[in-house]
């Protein structure tokens, strides 16, 4: 994290030829001169976790101790994340995403204070340029589904965390369209076709078609076999033909049987970090960052161990401990945090609570 150290507003901005940027917009070119048709989405990096990627986890002490530096640096991102979405429209994007994970580790009133503003004005300049917008937000971000919304997006993305029927209910209030949240791990990756089909038909007979966009609920896992997505597709192009061969479809739990840590016994405490996967997720990267930040002060005497849910025996284990959101946190066993990244201070007071 380039401002771990200190709380600087930088001054440098993204150019065209940096990185891989060139690479990025030369694919959205042939992209949308080979498929015209096809609506091409894309993805910008929120401006808070951007702020993030630049602090580090300290951005979140920073919001009680810095409250105008943390103003400045998400003023800054949104800035550079609105000038890369302008590259994007120029090489062909025909709808803007702003996907920004770690509002769901944010409360509503420090969503007012560090991020309306900035999100206003990002949503109204894609409103300029006559281009759709979606607010992509990973995680639980149903406290924040209203504050979203008044930003004023097109769009608000969530995942399978998300009550979608309740989050439509006030999407719909605000005339904005919800997309969502087909379950990545167990259904698109670890599913059947026939899964994925039943889980888009029912979504649709829930929501209908009104202001309702079927997606997967974030990045659809690299590995999803590709059968999947088509069966999806199937669904949405000819329901009552696919609702028909499902008829008599029941689903199997193929989840293998787990034996669970004898947490009284251990010569340590464990900490388990369960996540989507630390290594796409930004959110349950910092939920395992700061485990990992947490213990090293206690050498063997603390386990951090990750739980992603790309794992079949790691969706055995959140069957078991009763986790219905992620990324979570648990301390020998003990559920401790839900979508809600502690501070290291936090963390280490109820490893020391379970070392007595």
Known sequence: HPLEGELVIPTRRIQKNDGRIPLILDVMRRFKAAKPDIAMYGLVC?????ASHLR????????????????ALVTYCEEVVREVA????????????????????????????????????????????GVPSSFFVC?????????????????????????????KKITDVHDITISGNLQLTITMLLGTQQDNQKAAIELMDKIGTHRFILAPGCDVPFDAPAANLIGVGQAVHNPEAVRKALENYVAKDNLPEIEMPDYVNLDHVL?????????????????????????????????VVERSIMFPENIAFVNKVGLTNLPSLLVNGVVKHISLIPTVEKLREEIEEAMR
Do not use: W
Request: charged content about 25%; glycine content about 6%; hydrophobic content about 40%.
């Open 46 to 50: 929120g401006p808070f976790t951007l």
């Open 56 to 71: 580090g986890t300290n951005i979140f002490m920073d919001m009680y101790d810095d409250e105008d530096g943390v103003k």
């Open 86 to 129: 302008d590259y994007y429209i120029e090489a062909g994007c025909d709808v803007i995403a702003a996907v920004d994970p770690l509002v769901s580790q944010i409360s509503p009133d420090m969503f007012e204070t560090f991020l309306s503003e900035p999100y206003t004005k990002f949503f109204a300049s894609m409103r300029e340029k």
């Open 139 to 167: 995680g639980d971000a149903t406290k924040n589904i209203e504050p979203m919304c008044l930003t004023k997006p097109d769009c608000i993305a969530i995942d399978e965390n998300v009550d979608i029927m309740e989050a």
């Open 271 to 303: 900490v388990e970090a369960v996540t989507i996967d630390s290594k796409t997720c930004a959110a349950c990267g910092y939920m395992v960052a700061t485990a990992n930040n947490a213990a090293k002060i206690y050498g063997d005497k603390v386990k």
